[in-house]
């Protein structure tokens, strides 16, 4: 199957920029799946952690992109569970 992309790629040179595109279109978006996955809301494991999000520290960033907030010089305002 490969050689067939690449002969087909040799002879219609405008196919290029679609591959490139699509192949950096389906990483970055494997990559955006993988770190919503890991992310201190979701629980992989019942049994060892079954609410991970109460161990996470208040000077932790939770979002993915924060504009005004500096996270390091919070305080911790309620109880620990």
């Known amino acids: 199957m490969l050689s067939t992309v690449s002969r087909q790629l040799k002879s ?4 290029v920029p679609l591959f490139i595109f699509i192949g950096g279109g ?4 494997g990559a955006y799946l993988l770190r919503l996955a ?3 809301h979701v629980s992989w ?4 952690n079954p609410e991970p999000w109460n161990k ?3 000077t932790q960033q ?5 504009v005004n907030m500096d996270y390091s010089k919070l305080k ?6």
């Open 26 to 29: 389906t990483v970055m978006s």
């Open 38 to 40: 890991m992310g201190p």
């Open 12 to 15: 219609h040179p405008a196919l």
């Open 45 to 48: 494991n019942r049994n060892g």
């Open 62 to 66: 939770h979002k993915f992109y924060s």
């Open 76 to 81: 911790k305002e309620g109880p620990d569970f």
């Open 56 to 58: 996470t520290e208040p």
